[in-house]
């Protein structure tokens, strides 16, 4: 039987083009930064990659809240999506902070309080996934995983925040695009746009994965039930 | 013994007078550049890494060599990063739908 496409492949064609061409910017059109010459140029992927680890898991804040109250499957499955999505890009984005920070401090870690709000963020989010593989149905780990990211959550406006209250660490203050030299904004905005789409791609098709594990578990408990909201098997509505 | 008081006071201040330290502070031209405070400490009109003279040498400042390895290996890293997790899941969704699809041809 031939499967229908799946519709999300034009969000990720875009954003893989949208890629291509902010790094080819970023990489042989823009010219290198005063004071740090090639090594500015992690900037175009770090900053981006910032920005939407902190946006997705904004976004798995409101799914969760969002799968509180409705206990769909299909909200459980976009908010494991996106919280796994989220702990990929603040994985990526400690360790490019890392690989930036041994050229021009001359370190690879320090305990600078925007670095341990961002390692604290990735744990506390991987802790997330953690904690829904240990329940034991398909309702307690939407319950789990739900609550457990709106907790996980409160790093996230710390994260951001942390360098204009304590502006001292070694991590520079916020940037807008008035700081930002005008040769720089194109490929910055292209960065993030694609790591955006590319994770909304990631977070559909990761979905799509948890459903079709969700209906398989289904017919192999027992051919011809479903399963109910709680994720106990129903035959003819009938919990089993 | 008054002598010898007066004289006791006069010392430090003889001291003071002649430390260098006491003079670096009332002359900023003398003072040295502190290369990330955002101040021009030696007055020449330049703050931080804009005084290359002064600061070239201090870790943020300066050209930094061998810059493109850096740059790859953060490219490459997240490159590999956004391509390992899109090929999970896309092998787990199609594994996933073989099943099914298996499961709907054994019924």
């Not at chain 1, 890009?89 to 890392?98: E, N, W």
């Not at chain 1, 209250?165 to 194109?186: A, K, N």
């Amino acid at each position: 039987m031939k499967r229908a496409f799946d519709k999300e492949h034009i969000i990720g064609v875009i954003g893989l083009l949208m890629l291509a061409y902010g790094c080819w910017k970023a990489l042989f059109v823009v010219p290198a930064m005063n004071h740090f010459g090639e090594v500015g140029r992690i900037f175009f992927m770090h900053v981006p990659t910032a920005w939407n680890a902190l946006l997705i898991l904004t976004g798995s804040f409101i799914l969760a809240i969002g799968a509180l109250f409705n206990r769909k499957p299909s909200w459980d499955a976009a908010l494991t999506g996106s919280v796994e999505v989220g702990v990929l890009y603040t994985a990526l984005l400690v360790v490019q902070g890392s690989i930036w920070a041994r050229p021009t401090f001359g370190i690879w870690w320090t305990w600078d309080p925007r670095l341990i709000t961002a390692a604290i963020l990735l744990i506390a989010f991987a802790g997330v996934l953690s904690a829904r593989s240990f329940a034991n149905n398909q309702g307690q780990r939407l319950r789990w995983t739900a609550v457990a990211t709106i907790v996980a959550y409160i790093d996230v406006p710390i994260v951001y925040f942390i360098v204009k209250w304590l502006p001292r660490g070694i991590h520079q203050p916020h940037s807008f695009p008035s700081t930002v030299s005008t040769d720089y904004h194109l490929a910055l905005r292209f960065n993030a746009i694609a790591m955006l789409l590319l994770g909304i791609w990631m977070t559909f098709r990761r979905a799509r994965w948890i459903l079709q594990q969700n209906a398989a578990t289904a017919m192999s408990a027992a051919p011809g039930a479903a399963l109910d909201a709680e994720g106990r098997t129903m035959v003819a509505g009938v919990e089993e | 013994m008054k002598q010898l008081a007066s004289l006791l006071t006069l010392i430090p201040a003889l001291m003071m007078a002649a430390s260098p330290a006491v003079v670096m502070a009332e002359s900023p031209a003398d003072q040295r550049e502190v290369c990330d405070d955002d101040v021009d400490n030696d007055g020449d009109g330049l703050v931080d890494c804009d005084d290359i003279e002064n600061c070239s040498s201090f870790h943020t400042c300066g050209q930094i060599q061998g810059g493109w390895s850096w740059v790859i290996a953060v490219y490459g890293l997240s490159f590999a990063g956004f391509a390992g997790y899109a090929l999970y899941i896309t092998r787990g969704l199609n594994r996933a739908r073989k099943e099914e699809a298996d499961n709907d041809q054994a019924r």
